[in-house]
């Protein structure tokens, strides 16, 4: 796939922070032996691309300053240019690709307002209004502060290193969606009602499904989506790209990763589906385009 090299990228939806690692206050989690300051997977195995749905108690006020020693820095991307050369800068135009999409389809489907909100960009730990950020956590949605926060070195370090992913740009996008896809959520009131967090059809799973499927929904359409003045962000998509994206859910199943960190498959843990799941609800997202085709909660079909 091929950003736009002349889409500009809109940093009015990004906060980049750093200085967040040791020392900042940052919370770190024992490193496995060995591991050469790698994370053990073991350690992420339940909250890869989640949201938190744990309520803030309001120790850590909104989660937009520089708590935990972080501060905001300079964010150098500009372009589709630069999304071509940088992860970091893909990250900031999907961001903006993914919600260019919603703020249109959002009213169209729901006949309200889509809120647009920004995307964390940070590396090592940060503080968020759902508790302090890690690297360990994976990308999540925290509806407390409705903030995307995101550890760049996720992709290479833990989707294509310990997640065994292809990866890929698209992948990128996927993520990105899948976690916009629990602002959604979280804007349509699902957020607050959930009850179950664990096993096959708990309410954690129908969420984690249907942000995939919303990703899907954006997927379907990401040609489409053009920056603040009208130019297309992405102009080229193969069926590879997509197929990278899948592969990407697929990683993420719980079922894959149960296996490949305690070789068997316990489907009471279950948070988010399997790999077949996760999938089948990406790819009913991009045939079908709506957040009505998503409804997980409303089948036992999953
Ligand atoms: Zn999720």
Redesign the pocket.
């Known amino acids: 796939m091929r950003f736009n090299p002349k889409a500009r990228i809109d940093q009015s939806q990004i906060e980049t922070r750093s200085g967040g690692g040791l020392g900042g206050g940052g919370m770190r989690l024992p490193m496995p032996s060995g591991g050469g300051g790698k994370i053990g997977i073991g350690t992420i195995v339940v909250v ?4 938190v749905l744990t309520q803030c108690t309001g120790l850590l006020g909104d989660g937009s300053g520089g708590g935990g020693g972080t501060t905001t820095t300079q964010n150098s991307c500009q372009s589709g240019a630069d999304a071509n050369k940088s992860e970091d800068c893909a990250v900031d135009l999907f961001t903006n690709s993914v919600q260019s999409f919603w703020s249109q389809a959002y009213p169209d489907q729901t006949g309200k307002q889509y809120d647009v909100v920004k995307t964390v960009r940070f590396q090592g730990s940060t503080a968020s209004g759902c508790g302090q950020a890690s690297t360990e956590m994976g ?3 925290c509806p407390n502060d409705q903030l995307v926060y995101l550890d760049t070195t996720f992709f290479d370090d833990m989707l294509q290193g310990q997640l065994g992913a292809k990866g890929g740009p698209f992948a990128i996008g996927y993520v990105i969606a ?2 916009y ?2 602002h959604i959520e979280d804007q349509l009131g699902i957020l607050g009602r959930m009850r179950t967090v664990r096993g096959p059809k708990s309410d954690s799973v129908r ?2 499904l249907m ?2 499927c919303l990703a899907g929904v954006w997927a379907g359409a990401a040609q489409k989506t053009t920056d603040a003045d009208g130019n297309a962000i992405i102009t080229e998509l193969t069926p590879d790209d997509v197929k990278r994206a899948i592969d990407a859910a697929q990683a993420v199943g719980d079922d894959r990763i149960q296996k490949r960190t305690s070789g068997r498959v316990d489907t009471d843990s279950f948070t ?1 589906g399997t790999a077949a799941q996760r999938v089948r609800w990406f790819n009913r997202g991009m045939e079908q385009g709506t957040i009505n085709g998503c409804n997980t909660f409303d089948t036992d079909n999953l």
């Open positions: 890869v691309l989640f949201v990308p999540f949605y899948h976690e896809g629990h969420a984690e942000a995939d988010h």
